[in-house]
Structure formats: C-alpha cells, structure tokens
C-alpha cells in the first residue's frame, strides 16, 4: 500500500530554491544560460475568448538589469517548476513521502519534495527512462516492450502516457528515493518565440504561451512549462530567463525588403515582434500576414494590434483562416493557395518567405501550398519548383520556427 506524499505548500515559491539566493538584478555575475536571470513578471492575460477550447497566455516580463539583448525572432527560455500535482502523484507512485534527502548533482542533498519540484524532468516518458528503469527492476514485461522487434508497441505504450503510468505498472512496490531521481533527466528549459521587439517594448520581453492541458489513459494531463507559466506566476513573480538567440529565423537586412508571414496559433507570437520592430524602425517593405487558428471570435490573437497595424499602413495585407467556423476546415495553406497569384508576385518581387507553428500539419501543408503556387503561377514543372524554393532557402529568404 503506497504511503501519502506530503502535501505542497499552497504558497510554494514560483522560482527553483537553487536561483532564490540570487543577487538582484544588475548587482550579481553576468546572466545568461548558467546563470538565468530571474525576470519580474509584468503582466499576464490570456488571448483566447471564454468559449475557446484552449488557454492562451499573453506573458510580459522585465528585463531591466538583465544586460541581456534579443532580436524579433529569437527565443527566450524559460527555467520552470514542476507543478504541485505532478510532484504528489510520482510520490505517491513510488511509495515515498518526499522527506527522504537525495544527492543532486553540483547542488548537494535536498529534501526530495524540492528534488522533484526544482531539478527534475518527472513527466516526460523517454525510452532513456524506461531503460534505466528496467536495470531497477525486475519486469519481464518492461523489458519485453523495450526489446527490439517490439517498436510498435513502444510506441502505442508512450503515446499519451507519462513517467507516472511507468512507474505505477512496472515498479508496483515503489522505488528508493536515490534509484527514483537516478532515473531522471534534468529539468530542461523550454524555449518561447519572443513576441515582442526590444524598440517597441524596452526593457520588456513578451511571449505567447498555449497550456497544454488533455486527457489520456485515465489521467489529466499538463505540460510542465506551460502550466507553471499559466497557474504558479503572477504578477510580481519573478521567472527564471535566458535570451536563445535564432539566427535562422531574422527579419531582412535591407528594410524596404517586403515579408510574407505564415502561422497558426501561437506561431504568430514572432511576427508581432517583427511588425512591431519594423513599425518602430519606419521601415518601408510591405508586409503580410497569414494567421489561422479555430474561431474567429475568440482565437484571433493579438486582433487590436492587427487592425491597428493595417490602419498604421505598418502592415499592408492580413490573411485569416478561421478552420471551425464553417462546416469546411479552412486552414493557412487554403488562403495562400487562393492568393497563389499575388503571393508569386511578392516572392519574384523578392519577398522573405516565414513559417513559424505546428511542423507536422500546418507548416507541410504551407510547403505543399508554398510549391504548388510556384508550379503553377511561374509555369514552372515540379522539379523546377523544388529548385526554386531551395534557392529561396540558400537565400536565406524562406524561413522556417517550427515544433
């Protein structure tokens, strides 16, 4: 019978114990990677209508004394904490209370409550995971799913599935404290497109956050960095940052250079910086916008903004695919391919071509679309349309912020 874990304290410190000690900002070593900078959060709302289907955050921080500096395009990475829940049910899974002390490496021995909270990737199901579990156990069937002819079914098993569920089916009785954690990966940082420019907002950097929030096998679910954003920090909560700069992914160098922009969801969250940074700069190349997300009247993000821009003349065309709001699923590629004509015109005018959001549906469909309209509006056979968009890349003029 599993022991209770012991409850977390319901005004358990947003920032890890590792960073609390930190000298404040502008006074302590140079920030960066190693040393994230425990950025104030400014403000925090959420983008999505009350009848949307998801929670999107719109996330403002300081970074006044940080010394660091970003590009539209760059990402920032964020140092979270795994929430409460999480912690409680992987205790409960290995029969422990959370009071034990465990080693962490080049930060000593800590309760391991805090271990879990602060260090520890606890959630994601790897097969790096269940092969260190499988030399801690004796499971005839963990390692007949990790066997070589058994790919199929590995893959069925972690779909949907977390380092709970493992635990709970091949490790019944429990885990010691020190083999629990010795299973672990550290908790890594997740990466945010930026979502603001540094001339239109100084001193401040913005992201755009989706919770990741489902339900599998019997068990709600919750992304690890997109929760603790969306239920742990207020305002007045400082968050562990660091600048991860993307030079794969820039605005033109020459600023009359006109821009065709393409996302669904919070993929938009970088070409609101880009808009802004030109708007801010007084560049002259025109700029347009294809957004897609579910519904119209409660998932157009940033649409104040948007409508501002058009009448600023600081964006010259906008695109919307709106996928539910008819009985037909219209996404972003849907609206290129009915602008193939002017869309064609912009590249040979020597538009920069951005794709940035989901890289398994939306951004194969753009590059479907993206190549039927240079086939077709350049009369150009396949094999000549492959090679064009390959010079677009080598150019550096098709870009892509893909996940």
């Not at 539209?72 to 290995?94: C, F, K, Q, R, S």
């Not at 790919?151 to 885990?175: H, M, W």
């Not at 992914?249 to 996302?263: E, K, N, Q």
């Not at 009369?379 to 064009?388: D, F, I, L, M, R």
């Amino acid at each position: 019978m599993h022991s209770v874990a012991t409850p977390l304290a319901a005004d358990a410190p947003t920032v890890p114990q590792s960073l609390t000690g930190m000298a404040e900002p502008g006074s302590g070593p140079e920030y960066g990677k190693k040393n994230p900078f425990p950025a104030e959060t400014l403000a925090t709302f959420i983008l999505n209508g009350r009848r949307s289907a998801k929670d999107t955050y719109h996330i403002e921080l300081a970074l006044s004394g940080s010394g660091f500096s970003y590009e539209p395009g760059d990402a920032l990475a964020v140092i979270p904490v795994n929430v409460p829940a999480t912690v409680e049910i992987v205790l409960a899974a290995a029969n422990l209370t959370g009071n034990e002390e465990v080693e962490v490496k080049n930060l000593g021995r800590k309760p391991l409550l805090d271990a879990l909270r602060e260090d520890y990737d606890i959630s994601g199901l790897s097969r790096a995971f269940l092969t260190k579990l499988a030399e801690a156990v004796d499971c005839s069937g963990l390692r007949e799913l990790l066997a070589d002819t058994a790919i199929d079914s590995y893959k069925a098993y972690c779909n949907g599935r977390e380092i709970v569920d493992a635990i709970e089916q091949f490790a019944p009785t429990g885990l010691a404290a020190d083999t629990l954690v010795g299973l672990f990966r550290r908790l890594p940082p997740r990466l945010y497109s930026v979502a603001s420019s540094p001339l239109a907002h100084p001193d401040q950097v913005h992201i755009t956050v989706a919770a990741v929030r489902y339900h599998a096998h019997g068990r709600e679910r919750k992304g690890v960095c997109t929760n603790y954003l969306a239920d742990l920090v207020n305002a007045g909560d400082r968050v562990p940052v660091f600048v991860q700069p993307n030079k794969n992914f820039r605005l033109p160098a020459d600023s009359d250079t006109p821009m065709i922009m393409v996302g669904s969801g919070t993929g938009v969250a970088p070409y609101r910086a880009f808009v802004a940074h030109r708007a801010a700069r007084g560049d002259s190349g025109n700029n347009w916008l294809f957004f897609g997300n579910p519904h119209r009247e409660y998932d157009f993000f940033y649409q104040s903004e948007w409508r501002q821009h058009l009448a600023n003349g600081t964006l010259q065309r906008l695109d919307v695919a709106f996928s539910r709001d008819q009985p037909e699923k219209i996404y972003v590629q849907h609206r290129l391919l009915e602008r193939a004509k002017d869309v064609y015109a912009w590249l040979e005018a020597g538009a920069h071509f951005y794709v940035c959001g989901n890289a398994s549906d939306m951004a194969v469909g753009v590059h479907a679309a993206l190549l039927s309209i240079i086939e077709t509006q350049g009369g150009k056979s396949p094999e000549a349309a492959v090679a064009y968009l390959e010079d677009l890349k080598k150019s550096h003029r098709y870009q892509r912020d893909v996940y």
